[in-house]
């Protein structure tokens, strides 16, 4: 591979390479890890070209930021990174969240993530998600302080609505949304699709969560990854296998290439972070930037996202549906 394209964030923002990296799975969330496997994953990361790297706070309590600062220290100025916060977590239940968007806890966040991460300055620093009862003129307020202070450069913000998204833009430029399609393309914000492998579903290596993974793997509790959800969803895989078996690849790059070309279909930045903590999996998922599908496999693969069985969380009002 030549190394990956690159796209700038919003109008202001960094150039990143078009696929970004998923660092939380390194700490958090699907089962254990091997650190040594993980840390040598962002290495190989850098190598291939990948130059964009995201976390948050509020995987593995502030863990997964102090993973990530040996590699920060050695490579600052050829990676951007991205982290958030508002989330929190129940002490008593690490995957039962809490929001907290009060101002002085963004200014408290914002520091003790510079202090975990090591770093003097946050590339992109987003909102994770959106207390209702807090403007969002407010929070985003309280972020474009950050800004003037020198402690971030870019503002993000994760799962919010179309509206929402119009009037943050209002208060300061956002660089990038982890959601929202068509207002971002209208304002020229970039979409950073999350989980763009259906948290690993859509490659292929696991069709139920309950019967396949730990006791302590997040997708057991999320209501499409089980039970009769699960099996109407592995279904809807048969198109992906089709035209994976069509390019010679895998699912997951077919996974990939969709929503990357999605920045074709919508007219605008699409930066996917898939997640891995395998050295093998980064280089598959990395030459997935290099495929093209055709209009007539996109339009195959378009019906399934309408056709998924079950939510995405187990409580959706920690995310921006219903908020529409
Ligand atoms: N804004 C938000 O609210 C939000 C929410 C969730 C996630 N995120 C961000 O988005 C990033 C990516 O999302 P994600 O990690 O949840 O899900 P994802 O990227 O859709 O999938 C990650 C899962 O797929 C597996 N995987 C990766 N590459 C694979 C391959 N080529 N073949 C087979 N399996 C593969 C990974 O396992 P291995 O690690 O073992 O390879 C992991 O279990 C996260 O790391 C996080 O930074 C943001």
């Not at 958090?28 to 706070?57: H, K, M, S």
């Amino acid at each position: 591979m030549t190394g990956i394209a690159t796209a700038r964030l919003g109008t202001n923002g960094p150039e990143v390479s078009v696929q970004g990296l998923g660092c939380m799975g390194m700490s958090w969330a699907y089962g254990p890890t091997d650190a040594d496997e993980a840390r040598a994953t962002l290495e190989r990361a850098l190598e291939l070209g990948i130059t964009f790297y995201d976390t948050a706070d509020a995987y593995a309590a502030g863990e997964n930021e102090k993973f990530l600062a040996p590699f920060l220290r050695k490579h600052r100025d050829d990676v951007v990174l991205a982290t958030k916060f508002a989330l929190g977590a129940d002490p008593k239940d690490p995957f039962k969240r809490t929001i907290n968007n009060d101002p002085d806890h963004i200014r408290a966040s914002v520091d003790a993530s510079l202090r975990r991460l090591e770093l003097d300055v946050i590339d992109v620093y987003y909102m994770h998600r959106r207390d209702v009862a807090v403007p969002i003129e407010q929070t985003v307020g309280v972020m474009a302080e950050l800004v003037r202070a020198g402690k971030v450069r870019h503002l993000g913000l994760s799962e919010v609505t179309g509206a929402e998204l119009r009037a943050a833009h209002a208060v300061h430029p956002i660089a990038a949304g982890q959601s929202v399609v068509p207002v971002a393309a209208e304002l020229g914000i970039a979409l950073v699709p999350y989980s763009p492998l259906g948290r690993g579903f859509l490659t292929g290596s696991f069709t139920s969560a309950d019967k396949e993974l730990g006791s302590d793997d997040f997708r057991r509790r999320q209501p499409r990854f089980t039970g009769d959800n699960a099996a109407a969803n592995a279904a809807l895989l048969e198109p992906v296998r089709a035209v994976a078996a069509a390019h010679g690849a895998s699912l997951g790059q077919i996974a990939l290439a969709w929503v990357q070309q999605q920045a074709q279909v919508h007219g605008l930045t699409v930066v996917p972070i898939p997640g891995t903590r395998r050295r093998t999996r980064v280089e598959e998922n990395a030459a997935a930037t290099e495929l093209t599908l055709s209009a007539e496999e996109l339009a195959l693969l378009e019906p399934i996202a309408s056709k998924v069985a079950g939510d995405r969380y187990a409580d959706m009002a920690f995310t921006s549906a219903g908020r529409e």
